[in-house]
């Protein structure tokens, strides 16, 4: 078992920057792969970033590379979403994930064993 509590949400001005953070409880930290997804309203959960044990590979959704950044710390045992140029499609509730699996379906969300409560990200215009 594995509790995520993801923070750093809020509300900024389109251009500007968040870093959301997923820390972590419970069972080691260092053997789960981990992923951010995000839910627009009226729209599915979609996949974002993934970054796997030991931060050796990362993973983009093609309308956030270049801008968002995952990463991890281990020993804080913490993960990181730093958004840049935040646009206001970017608005949305963020969610990190946990996997005890690896495999090619690292966007899928059923491959994803714990969620966190998502925290809530609003950019304006």
């Known amino acids: 078992q594995v509790q995520l509590v993801e923070s750093g949400g809020g509300l900024v001005q389109a251009g500007g920057s968040l870093r959301l953070s997923c820390a972590a409880a419970?069972?080691?930290?260092?053997?789960?792969?981990m992923a951010w997804f995000r839910q627009a309203p009226g729209k599915e959960r979609e996949f974002v970033t993934a970054?796997?044990?030991?931060?050796?590979?990362?993973y983009y959704a093609h309308f956030v590379k270049g801008r968002f950044t995952i990463s991890r710390d281990n020993a804080k045992n913490t993960m990181y979403l730093q958004m840049n140029s935040l646009q206001s499609e970017d608005t949305a509730v963020y969610y990190c994930?946990?996997?005890?699996?690896?495999?090619?379906?690292?966007?899928?969300?059923?491959?994803?064993?714990?969620w966190g409560q998502g925290t809530q990200v609003t950019v304006s215009n």
């Open positions: 994930a946990a996997s005890t699996y690896s495999g090619s379906q690292y966007n899928e969300q059923t491959m994803y064993n714990y």
């Open positions: 970054i796997d044990w030991n931060a050796s590979r990362t």
């Open positions: 419970g069972r080691r930290f260092s053997s789960f792969f």
